[in-house]
């Protein structure tokens, strides 16, 4: 029996229903106007070199937590992926369930920043963000939320300023960085770093973007615009599509030395589990880190294996850990329903029960 | 059907009428000579010519992709339509349709080994797509497309008379060049891992369909046919790119450009420095210490300003709290002092 079931009439007939969707989706794609980045209010606060750290509008009849959360995104791709659109909002969310909620926009580095290292990042950047909101408040100490990369700064912060983290939420972020299903992992371990990063100073990124795309090449080049050939004649459904598609290829370049010691200090070397790391004068040891902790992941993440975020039990010196698992992917964890759902409000009410 | 400026319904009928042209070729006698394109690529062309001046940049760039996936999966249903015609048996025609895939894979190949990076651009349009992205960040990147494609130059290059005062040229280019055929065996060895990958991709859908078919399953449409072939990709991407041998591959391609643009930058250095224009080399220099510099300045400041914090600090209690009398017994403590020590020194 033949597994095939289409005749060459079918086939006609699927052809036409593809072109006549693209023929009328480009009137839509032409008029899709301009795709925004972030929907929720906001005020800039703070502002240093490429840095902008903002405050964002808390609606009036919600109750506040008293201690502000200060999220610090990753390097890679722009933070608006967590206030991509207004029914699939992290930051709105965290809002919406009373939290107080600070945003670092690290901007895009040019030449000029290729020597910034990862303490300058760390112990300057993201320390002089955390004192400005802790004066704003008066607090000695503040909530943060790290993701991804952002996450594995916040672990670095927080184990050398405990001092001023009341409670610290990692989410999607790497802690053993040689889980046997990490690709991305198993690619940098042949790669000389010095060499990349001495010849081209900054790492460009369209590198960056040719590296997270030929994670799945023949989806993320192939299959999913054939996808948006099925939501073309959906206005909506077309903007988010759009919107999406803007923030993957919105690929700012990494300063070339914080790119060479996180690439040979963590995924060539596992230093969060081997030791050995230096940020700056200080040694990074994640016992140091005592405040709760609460780690998020993704079950089906491509880009960092739920392993390497498990990694994180038992190597700091916190003796309130909890685990937060959620059935969907890295990109998912943000701007999908099931995550506004589930994720957004346990984080919040986790960070109420602490605060 | 409602019409818009982009689409009416005699485009339908240019479709219409190429399936009637192509049942009615699928009827006669096998061995016709088949078009290089399809009608309904033919068609679609023309469609997009006429209206892609009237769009913008962005709207272009994704009715291409969109475009191309969708030649992509009417070509792969297409064939094996075809195929399909001349025999009963499925998994014969599914062979035949991807034997002209793999003979594809295996045409570009040797196509690599001899043209390096262009054989792989004529490799079916699939497993094009990681090798087209390399090239696209690969070209982003500084300098490497003012060399890529340039034999020419290359051979006036290794040609460079070696006397007097171009002798430390001469070496230096010769460097440059060694370095760009390393790149290029870099490049082919990871050509030719990706049409050994093609193949086995081609293997695993057979795998899948058979699967299909074991539990009874069926293949609806050529969307279905081809969402079956990207999940056979992926599988056997995911499962080749994690191996020590990929990594070695991918290792040895990026070290290897990079040292290429290392050396032509260097070159380039050289030439800008005897023109006594700054180098990349110099502005690195200037930006580590600028760096270093403000790094010593935040900290300073830091520390000024904790100072501050507790000069104010130790301001405000002492005003309030201390009582009056106390100070007076310091001063008086530290003068006693001063005399004891004032008293030793002339005794010395």
């Known amino acids: 029996m033949s597994p095939f079931n289409f005749r060459p009439d079918q086939l006609a007939h699927e052809m036409g229903e593809y072109g006549r969707k693209l023929g009328k989706g480009v009137h839509n794609l032409m008029n899709a106007g301009e795709i925004d980045e972030g929907v929720t209010p906001r005020t800039e606060v703070y502002k240093e070199d490429k840095l902008t750290l903002y405050r964002y509008e808390a609606p009036n009849s919600v109750v506040q937590n008293r201690v502000p959360l200060l999220i610090v995104y990753a390097l890679v791709n722009r933070p608006y992926m967590t206030d991509i659109q207004e029914d699939r909002s992290t930051i709105r969310n965290l809002l919406d369930h009373g939290q107080d ?193 609460l780690n998020v992941f993704a079950e089906q993440d491509h880009l960092v294996p739920p392993d390497a975020s498990r990694a994180l039990k038992g190597r700091t010196g916190s003796r309130d850990y909890t685990e937060l698992s959620f059935p969907g992917g890295h990109i998912g964890i943000y701007v999908s329903g099931k995550a506004q759902a589930q994720v957004t409000p346990a984080i919040s009410s986790w960070l109420d029960e602490r605060s | 059907m409602s019409e818009t400026p982009f689409w009416n319904d005699d485009w339908m009928r240019v479709q219409q009428q190429y399936w009637e042209q192509w049942g009615e070729m699928s009827r006669k006698a096998m061995g016709m000579e088949q078009p290089a394109r399809t009608p309904w690529e033919n068609a679609m062309e023309h469609w997009w010519q006429a209206i892609s001046p009237a769009t913008d940049k962005a709207t272009r760039g994704f009715m291409e992709k969109m475009m191309n996936q969708g030649k992509m999966f009417f070509r792969l249903g ?100 060694q370095a760009w055929l390393h790149y290029q065996h870099a490049l082919m ?73 290392k050396k032509w930058r260097e070159l380039q250095d050289n030439r800008l420095g005897m023109l006594g224009l700054p180098t990349t080399r110099e502005v690195r220099t200037l930006q580590t210490r600028l760096q270093e510099s403000r790094r010593e300045l935040r900290a300073l400041r830091s520390e000024m300003e904790l100072l501050k914090d507790q000069v104010a600090e130790l301001r405000t209690p002492q005003a309030s709290e201390a009582p009056p009398a106390k100070p007076k017994a310091v001063t008086k403590k530290v003068a006693k002092k001063k005399v004891a020590r004032k008293k030793a020194a002339a005794k010395q």
């Open chain 1, 101 to 293: 909620v600070y945003l670092i926009d690290w901007g895009y580095p040019d030449e000029a920043d290729h020597a910034l290292t990862m303490d300058d990042y760390i112990n300057g950047y993201i320390d002089r963000c955390v004192d400005v909101i802790r004066k704003r408040h008066k607090l000695d100490k503040i909530n943060i939320l790290g993701i991804c990369q952002g996450g594995s700064f916040s672990l670095c912060y927080t184990s050398m300023h405990q001092d001023k983290v009341q409670n610290l939420v990692t989410m999607v972020t790497p802690v053993d960085f040689k889980t046997p299903d990490n690709m991305l992992s198993a690619w940098v371990q042949n790669i000389d770093v010095d060499l990349l990063v001495d010849t081209l100073g900054n790492i460009p990124g369209e590198m960056l973007n040719w590296t997270f795309l030929s994670l799945k090449p023949f989806s993320l080049t192939g299959q999913k615009y054939l996808s948006m050939v099925d939501v073309l004649q959906d206005e909506g459904k077309l903007k988010n599509f759009l919107r999406m598609e803007k923030w993957i290829f919105d690929s700012p370049d990494q300063a070339g030395e914080t790119f060479r010691q996180f690439i040979k200090d963590f995924y060539q070397h596992n230093g969060f589990l081997e030791g050995g790391v230096r940020i700056g004068e200080r040694a990074l040891d994640l016992k140091n880190i005592s405040c709760p902790v």
């Open chain 2, 78 to 177: 297409d064939e094996l339509s075809k195929n399909m015609q001349n025999t009963k048996d499925w998994g014969d025609a599914l062979n035949k349709t991807f034997e002209k895939m793999q003979d594809s894979f295996a045409a570009a190949a040797e196509q690599s080994s001899e043209v390096g990076e262009k054989g792989f651009s004529q490799l079916m349009g699939f497993w094009e797509g990681p090798m087209e992205a390399w090239r696209k960040a690969a070209g982003q990147l500084p300098m490497s497309s003012d060399f890529a494609g340039t034999p020419k130059l290359f051979e006036q290059l290794l040609g460079t008379p070696g006397l007097g005062y171009t002798r430390e040229d001469e070496e230096s280019y010769k460097e440059l060049a």
């Open chain 2, 189 to 261: 060895s990871y050509n030719h891992f990706f049409a050994d990958v093609g193949t086995a991709s081609l293997r695993c859908m057979q795998g899948k369909i058979g699967e299909l078919v074991k539990d009874g399953g069926k293949i609806e449409s050529g969307r279905a046919l081809y969402d079956t072939w990207v999940a056979a990709c992926e599988e056997v991407y995911a499962e080749h790119t994690m191996t020590p041998e990929y990594s070695k591959v991918h290792g040895e391609l990026v070290n290897a450009l990079m040292a290429f643009k």
